[in-house]
């Protein structure tokens, strides 16, 4: 399994969704920096679940323990291990999925790769994973304390945000959507809990910014910046598709449109590109948006088959999200800052080469 994240600074996660616990190792930190797990369980408590009436209700504390790497407040440059406990695991739910597929989940692709999976909650392919990652991106900030990354929801369904309104990034927190538009997030709330008082999902997109980016990150040809951050939002859950800058309404737009005219600095008057040109940061802000599915477990009955390929009735069980953006935000934020903070180690090693 790809349970690891980054070159120089690398993230490793191991642990199911209804094991002991979940957990993980960041290696390639700097000594000296300041690592607080209070700093850390800030972050997590933004992804755990519980936290409003629209989200699952799985009561997870997710009450990260540092276990080494970090020595009196500061890291030390060795291996940061951590854990967070599993405390409110109700397995049982599950017992109906032990011989039968989800349609739109991961289990009978999982079932047909390994040949046995943890039907537990969806095991490893549980976003319950996803806490780690958390981890990482909270202690990535530390790397890059001038880089700021802030997600919010930007649609929800057929609901979006007016792309030519102002938003107030200050709004992201103060309502259970993370929509920065406080009108757009009331219709947003009531088309989730509508959707999940049917037993459905409902997918969404997260838009994101990142502040404060040096000029000069991302390795072409391969590593480009975009790319890995494709790729970095990508690996998260339900997410299926990425575009930055204009993204796909380039396609419609000509050169003349499209071109980021300079100012004398080498700053751009528009910034159609996102923040990247030829792989390469190029001072700007890093613009970019996220697309998730509706998730995959619904609250109601579907048709489906079993292990031995025969059709069957699958009970709608558990305790899942009707939309994951809302907790998604964080985790978009985690997997930036854990892009970035790897780049800028990366560039650190160029600069230190005569």
Known sequence: MGNSFGEIFRITTFGESHG????????GCPPGL????????????????????????????????LLSGVFEGRSTGAPIGFTIPNDDTKSADYDHLRDAFRPGHA??????????RDHRGGGRSSARETACRIVGGSIAKQIVP?????????????????????????EIDHNAVRCPDPATATAMEVL?????????????????????????????????????????MLSINAVKGFEIGSGFAAARMLGSQHNDLFNRDGSTITNHAGGVLGGISNGMD???RVAFKPVSTLMRDQPSIDSGGEPITLEGKGRHDPCVVPRA?????????????DFYLINKIYQSQP
């Open 146 to 170: 001038k880089v700021s990354a802030i997600a919010y929801v930007s649609a929800v369904g057929g609901i979006s945000i007016d792309p030519s309104a102002p938003i107030n990034l200050a």
């Open 286 to 288: 890093i613009e970019f």
């Open 20 to 27: 002991v616990a979940i957990g993980g190792i960041v290696e």
């Open 329 to 341: 935000v964080p985790i978009v934020e985690a997997m930036a800052m854990l892009t970035i903070a």
């Open 107 to 116: 289990d009978i692709a999982y079932q047909r790769k390994y040949g046995h």
């Open 192 to 232: 989730i809990r509508e959707t999940r008082d049917k037993g459905d999902s409902v997918g969404g997109i997260i838009s994101c910014i990142i502040r404060g980016v040096p000029v000069g990150l991302g390795e072409p040809v391969f590593d480009k910046l975009h790319a890995r951050l494709g790729a970095a």
């Open 34 to 65: 300041a690592i607080s797990a209070e700093d850390i369980q800030r972050d997590l408590d933004r992804r755990r679940p519980g936290q409003s009436d629209i989200t699952s209700q799985r009561s997870e504390k997710d009450r990260v323990q």
